[in-house]
Protein backbone atom coordinates (compact mmCIF):
# COMPACT_ATOMS: atom_id res chain seq x y z
CA UNK A 1 0.00 0.00 0.00
CA UNK A 2 3.02 2.62 1.09
CA UNK A 3 4.25 1.51 -2.31
CA UNK A 4 0.97 2.36 -4.21
CA UNK A 5 0.89 6.11 -2.15
CA UNK A 6 4.11 6.39 -2.88
CA UNK A 7 3.95 5.66 -6.68
CA UNK A 8 0.70 7.80 -7.35
CA UNK A 9 2.54 11.08 -5.00
CA UNK A 10 5.13 10.51 -7.73
CA UNK A 11 2.89 10.80 -10.80
CA UNK A 12 1.46 13.55 -9.12
CA UNK A 13 4.74 15.78 -8.77
CA UNK A 14 5.81 15.02 -11.60
CA UNK A 15 2.25 15.89 -13.87
CA UNK A 16 2.37 19.47 -11.93
CA UNK A 17 6.08 19.60 -12.82
CA UNK A 18 5.58 19.20 -16.77
CA UNK A 19 2.47 21.51 -16.52
CA UNK A 20 4.39 24.03 -14.60
CA UNK A 21 7.29 23.72 -17.15
CA UNK A 22 4.73 24.01 -20.11
CA UNK A 23 3.41 26.84 -18.86
CA UNK A 24 6.34 28.84 -18.45
CA UNK A 25 7.50 28.03 -22.31
CA UNK A 26 4.15 29.40 -23.32
CA UNK A 27 5.36 32.55 -21.72
CA UNK A 28 8.16 32.62 -22.80
CA UNK A 29 6.80 32.07 -26.05
CA UNK A 30 4.90 35.03 -25.60
CA UNK A 31 7.68 37.23 -24.34
CA UNK A 32 9.59 36.44 -26.86
CA UNK A 33 7.07 37.22 -29.96
CA UNK A 34 6.85 40.93 -28.91
CA UNK A 35 10.20 41.37 -27.94
CA UNK A 36 12.42 44.28 -26.75
CA UNK A 37 13.57 46.04 -30.07
CA UNK A 38 12.51 47.02 -32.99
CA UNK A 39 15.89 47.61 -34.73
CA UNK A 40 17.53 44.36 -35.26
CA UNK A 41 15.79 43.12 -38.97
CA UNK A 42 13.31 43.78 -41.37
CA UNK A 43 11.42 41.56 -43.89
CA UNK A 44 12.45 41.37 -47.47
CA UNK A 45 9.89 40.83 -50.07
CA UNK A 46 11.21 40.36 -53.41
CA UNK A 47 15.01 39.80 -54.44
CA UNK A 48 16.24 43.41 -53.46
CA UNK A 49 20.29 42.95 -52.45
CA UNK A 50 21.28 44.20 -49.44
CA UNK A 51 23.10 46.95 -48.39
CA UNK A 52 26.58 47.10 -47.63
CA UNK A 53 27.32 45.51 -43.72
CA UNK A 54 23.78 43.61 -44.36
CA UNK A 55 22.59 40.43 -45.01
CA UNK A 56 19.61 38.78 -46.33
CA UNK A 57 18.74 35.63 -44.18
CA UNK A 58 16.00 32.95 -45.23
CA UNK A 59 14.13 31.71 -42.67
CA UNK A 60 12.56 28.07 -43.38
CA UNK A 61 10.29 25.72 -40.92
CA UNK A 62 7.40 23.27 -41.09
CA UNK A 63 5.94 20.97 -39.45
CA UNK A 64 3.34 18.28 -40.30
CA UNK A 65 0.48 17.21 -38.67
CA UNK A 66 -2.82 14.99 -38.83
CA UNK A 67 -5.76 16.68 -40.51
CA UNK A 68 -8.61 17.85 -38.39
CA UNK A 69 -11.20 15.51 -37.13
CA UNK A 70 -8.76 12.28 -37.42
CA UNK A 71 -8.84 11.91 -33.64
CA UNK A 72 -12.36 11.64 -31.80
CA UNK A 73 -11.39 14.11 -28.61
CA UNK A 74 -8.41 15.67 -30.46
CA UNK A 75 -8.90 20.23 -29.65
CA UNK A 76 -9.69 22.41 -32.56
CA UNK A 77 -6.69 23.94 -34.64
CA UNK A 78 -6.99 27.27 -34.41
CA UNK A 79 -9.20 28.90 -37.11
CA UNK A 80 -6.26 31.88 -37.62
CA UNK A 81 -3.79 29.70 -38.70
CA UNK A 82 -0.33 27.94 -37.24
CA UNK A 83 2.08 30.75 -35.05
CA UNK A 84 5.63 30.45 -35.69
CA UNK A 85 7.84 33.10 -33.34
CA UNK A 86 10.84 34.20 -34.08
CA UNK A 87 13.07 36.47 -32.07
CA UNK A 88 16.65 37.89 -33.08
CA UNK A 89 18.80 39.15 -30.96
CA UNK A 90 15.40 40.43 -28.86
CA UNK A 91 13.30 41.71 -31.48
CA UNK A 92 10.15 39.32 -32.31
CA UNK A 93 7.80 38.69 -34.86
CA UNK A 94 4.64 35.91 -35.02
CA UNK A 95 3.68 34.47 -38.50
CA UNK A 96 0.83 32.63 -38.67
CA UNK A 97 0.18 30.01 -41.45
CA UNK A 98 -2.21 28.25 -43.13
CA UNK A 99 -1.90 24.39 -43.14
CA UNK A 100 -1.39 22.90 -46.90
CA UNK A 101 -3.13 18.80 -47.06
CA UNK A 102 -0.45 16.40 -48.42
CA UNK A 103 -0.38 12.79 -48.70
CA UNK A 104 3.08 11.04 -48.83
CA UNK A 105 4.03 7.96 -49.62
CA UNK A 106 4.33 6.59 -45.86
CA UNK A 107 7.26 4.30 -46.60
CA UNK A 108 10.70 4.44 -48.82
CA UNK A 109 11.88 2.06 -51.33
CA UNK A 110 13.12 0.05 -48.75
CA UNK A 111 10.05 -0.62 -46.92
CA UNK A 112 11.34 1.87 -44.44
CA UNK A 113 8.30 3.98 -42.74
CA UNK A 114 9.27 7.55 -43.22
CA UNK A 115 9.05 9.84 -40.34
CA UNK A 116 6.64 12.37 -42.62
CA UNK A 117 5.15 9.52 -44.68
CA UNK A 118 1.44 9.25 -44.85
CA UNK A 119 -2.27 11.80 -44.91
CA UNK A 120 -1.65 14.75 -42.81
CA UNK A 121 -1.70 18.71 -42.98
CA UNK A 122 1.68 20.54 -43.47
CA UNK A 123 2.47 24.00 -41.99
CA UNK A 124 5.20 25.34 -44.00
CA UNK A 125 7.02 29.46 -42.86
CA UNK A 126 9.36 30.86 -45.36
CA UNK A 127 10.54 34.53 -44.57
CA UNK A 128 13.28 36.64 -45.94
CA UNK A 129 14.52 38.95 -43.48
CA UNK A 130 17.53 41.65 -43.26
CA UNK A 131 19.98 41.74 -40.05
CA UNK A 132 23.47 42.74 -39.75
CA UNK A 133 26.74 41.03 -41.01
CA UNK A 134 27.61 39.36 -37.99
CA UNK A 135 26.67 36.92 -34.81
CA UNK A 136 23.06 36.82 -33.53
CA UNK A 137 21.09 34.60 -31.84
CA UNK A 138 17.74 33.12 -33.13
CA UNK A 139 14.99 31.96 -31.04
CA UNK A 140 12.38 30.17 -32.58
CA UNK A 141 9.06 29.07 -30.71
CA UNK A 142 5.64 27.16 -31.75
CA UNK A 143 3.07 28.14 -28.69
CA UNK A 144 0.53 25.43 -30.45
CA UNK A 145 3.30 22.63 -29.02
CA UNK A 146 4.89 24.02 -26.31
CA UNK A 147 8.34 23.89 -27.74
CA UNK A 148 11.56 26.31 -28.38
CA UNK A 149 14.84 26.61 -29.13
CA UNK A 150 17.68 28.68 -30.18
CA UNK A 151 20.60 28.89 -31.61
CA UNK A 152 23.74 31.16 -32.72
CA UNK A 153 24.89 32.20 -36.07
CA UNK A 154 27.66 34.46 -37.54
CA UNK A 155 26.62 35.87 -40.65
CA UNK A 156 28.92 36.95 -43.51
CA UNK A 157 28.19 39.98 -46.12
CA UNK A 158 28.04 38.73 -49.78
CA UNK A 159 26.50 35.21 -48.84
CA UNK A 160 23.55 33.43 -49.69
CA UNK A 161 22.20 32.75 -46.22
CA UNK A 162 19.79 29.80 -45.24
CA UNK A 163 18.81 28.82 -41.70
CA UNK A 164 16.67 25.73 -41.98
CA UNK A 165 14.86 24.66 -38.30
CA UNK A 166 13.98 20.87 -39.63
CA UNK A 167 11.47 18.49 -37.51
CA UNK A 168 12.68 15.48 -35.54
CA UNK A 169 9.12 13.86 -34.59
CA UNK A 170 8.71 11.18 -31.57
CA UNK A 171 8.92 7.48 -31.69
CA UNK A 172 6.42 5.78 -29.97
CA UNK A 173 7.95 2.62 -27.54
CA UNK A 174 10.32 1.26 -30.29
CA UNK A 175 8.50 2.32 -33.69
CA UNK A 176 10.35 4.93 -35.77
CA UNK A 177 9.82 8.28 -35.20
CA UNK A 178 6.81 9.36 -37.00
CA UNK A 179 5.08 13.05 -37.12
CA UNK A 180 1.92 11.11 -35.75
CA UNK A 181 3.60 10.95 -32.34
CA UNK A 182 4.06 14.69 -32.52
CA UNK A 183 7.28 16.79 -31.88
CA UNK A 184 10.34 16.00 -30.18
CA UNK A 185 12.46 18.72 -31.69
CA UNK A 186 14.30 20.95 -34.52
CA UNK A 187 17.71 20.18 -36.07
CA UNK A 188 19.04 23.94 -37.37
CA UNK A 189 20.85 24.27 -40.03
CA UNK A 190 23.10 27.15 -41.61
CA UNK A 191 23.78 26.96 -45.38
CA UNK A 192 23.18 23.20 -45.11
CA UNK A 193 25.36 22.94 -42.86
CA UNK A 194 23.88 20.90 -38.96
CA UNK A 195 24.61 23.78 -36.46
CA UNK A 196 22.47 22.04 -33.50
Avoid: C
Avoid at 75 to 102: C, H
Wanted: glycine share 10%; aromatic share 10%; proline share 5%.
Amino acid sequence: MKAIVQYVATVIVGIVFLAGSAAATEKDIAAKSKGSRTDVFSEVKGESAPPKGFVNLLVRTSIKSYPEGHFAFESTPPKDGYAFVLNVDGQGALWKVDGQKEATPAYDKKSKKLPEGGKGTRFTLEKKIRLAVGTHKIFLGLPEEGYSTEAAISLAEGAQNVIEFKPVYKSHRKSVRHFAHGLSKYEVFLNGKKIK
